[in-house]
């Protein structure tokens, strides 16, 4: 499985507990998560569908801000936490 | 008789409510997130935008007076074409300024950064891009006055036909629909853009409109307040004459009186470079005659030392046209109980306000 984690700072917004999805495609892991929490997703991309400006994805130490690799697979017992950069805001 | 007052701040929807000796904070909506619009709706439904730096715009709704809210859709952009000549970004940056329709119930209009226009027609549970304001080819002129990319801040909805409708972009111009936003053209003859070079100031689609509003009791008086003047107009914005008020045109804010479309208020400031008040002396210019003249009002307000400045929503008028409230960049609010003669400290630590709406009881 894939553990994914939020940032409180998202959780003041939305509600968001960590959860455990199975492996796959970034775009894959992040579908599950959004199914979970269907409002999620407008917090985290833009109308395009891109990351927004200043969220931030940590693919276990990878840090991710701006284009995504959508077709990266993230094995199982990876890690996908998902915050905001800390620029902006 | 208003008996609240939101103010749009940086730091959250602060409410006042009328007491004993005028209006006394009540409480702050959202505290802490900023608040780029709200709208309060014929039926008492409130609206909220909030504008969050890492997550994006949201927008609640309230529909017991603030009580309880609940997040509801934000208008959404297309997925942009391969398109070089389109220099703007298809994905919204914020909500600009809400306009409940005041005879349908449930439409409401949202303007937004980018200059897009959206209609609602169930309260803000779901939105839809007016394609034919955002594909008129004069679109990828526009550009961005204060923010990066040009904005949609007004929209001037005729109070007896939803169908008729004015919007103004900054900087895109002033923009006209008679059919509900099937169709628009561009209005606006007579601004003005001094920052042009001479051969094009006065090219309609170069206009920076900081801030348009129409007299509700005739909408054919439409009051604007541009980058480099204040401008009105007598024929529904198709053409607008040049006023010159004293001491200074530069401003965002316009408010118009509900029943004399010849009376609107502005709060100037040094132009564009500098944005205080001329001799840092704060001070509302009124008008009573058309914009023929214009009286300075500064009774209660900072003579000296203030570098207060209004933004584009920041002065409301009540359906009376004798209150009026404002809000400023630094955080002073003040009002207005006789028509803008004198004026009533409200509060000297707000956050920065962006804009204020007037709740008659």
Known sequence: MIKVSFTENLQRHIRCDALDVAPGT?????AQVFERYPPLAGYLLDDQGELRKHVMLAIDQQLVQGAMPHQQVLAAGSRLHIMQALSGG | MVDRILFWTRKGLVEMRAGDHGFDYAQTHFLGEPVSAAAVGPDGTWWCALALGHFGS????STDLGANWQEVAVPVFPEKPDDPDDKNPW???????????????GRLWAGTIPGGLFRSDDGGDSWS???????VPARKNWFGGGFDNPGLHSIAI???DSDSLTVAISSGGVWKSEDAGNHWRQVGKGLRAEYMPEDMQFDLVNQDVHRLMAAPSNPDWVWVQHH??????????????ECTPDPSAFGFAVAVHPKRPETAWFVPGVKD???????????VTRSEDGGKTFQAQRQGLPQGGSFDLVYRHGLAVDRTGNTLAFGTTTGNAWCSRDGGTSWQLLSHTLPPVYGVSLINA
């Open chain 2, 158 to 160: 005729h109070p007896e």
């Open chain 2, 91 to 105: 994905a919204l940056e914020q909500i600009w300024c809400l306009e409940p329709d005041p005879q349908i119930p």
């Open chain 2, 58 to 61: 949201k927008l609640h709704r």
């Open chain 2, 129 to 135: 891009l007016n394609q034919a304001l955002w594909n």
């Open chain 2, 273 to 283: 470079q500098y944005r205080f008040p001329v001799d840092q002396a704060l001070l």
């Open chain 1, 26 to 30: 970034l775009d894959a892991v992040l």
């Open chain 2, 228 to 241: 480099n003047g204040v401008f009105v107009s007598s024929d529904g914005a198709e053409t607008f004459r």
